[in-house]
């Protein structure tokens, strides 16, 4: 009967001893990755003005949206004149 509750406590320790490993490794490799610095940068935004403070500022979008209009523009004036 003693040599089995050894055997259990015996068992028990070995069992908290490599739960314990895991977590020391898992906290080590958190601590790792916590010291790569991370890239905070905002993604380009077609939409979005650029904030220059001009008046006359559009975005990407919006520049390339009165091109295309002005292409159909001079294209309609070209068909007319034929």
């Not at 739960?19 to 979005?48: A, H, V």
């Amino acid at each position: 009967m003693h040599k089995e509750i050894s055997d259990a406590l015996q068992r028990k320790k070995d069992e908290e001893e490599v739960e314990m490993r895991r977590k020391q490794e898992l906290i080590r490799q958190i601590r790792e990755l916590e010291k790569i610095p991370i890239q905070r940068t905002k993604g380009f935004d077609p939409t979005e003005a650029g904030g220059h403070g001009l008046l006359e500022e559009m975005s990407i979008a919006e520049l390339r949206e009165r091109i295309e209009f002005q292409k159909r523009e001079v294209e309609q004036e070209t068909e007319r004149r034929r």
